[in-house]
């Protein structure tokens, strides 16, 4: 989807543009019920929580966290919260982007 767009385009181009996108493709899949921006403590928020929509305390809920840079450290202070230990099945990611192409992908759980 980020690949028909020119370097204008990209110009001041950052993450809040690719939640934007990924929470439109999401929206029409009924599996997971996104949160942006989901509070897990009173100064954290983690970028994209999918809450597993169907049977929640069987199914696998994520945390996805979008970087320019590595995230790991920040992720990692998320899934110490009471929020995050409450969530069953909760496995978390470090999306990590330069312009239209996700470079890496790092699991933390």
Known sequence: ???????????????????????????????????????VSADGYIDLYLQAAFQPKQSAHYFIER????????????????????IPHLQSYVLVFRKDRCVQRIQLS
């Open 1 to 39: 989807m980020l690949k028909g767009l020119s370097n204008r385009d990209y110009q001041q181009f950052d993450e809040k543009y690719i939640k934007v996108v990924m929470l439109s493709l999401l929206s029409d899949v009924n599996l997971y019920i996104p949160h942006s921006e989901y509070e």
């Open 67 to 86: 970087k320019a840079d590595d995230g790991r450290q920040q992720l990692n202070g998320y899934l110490k919260t009471d929020s995050a230990r409450n």
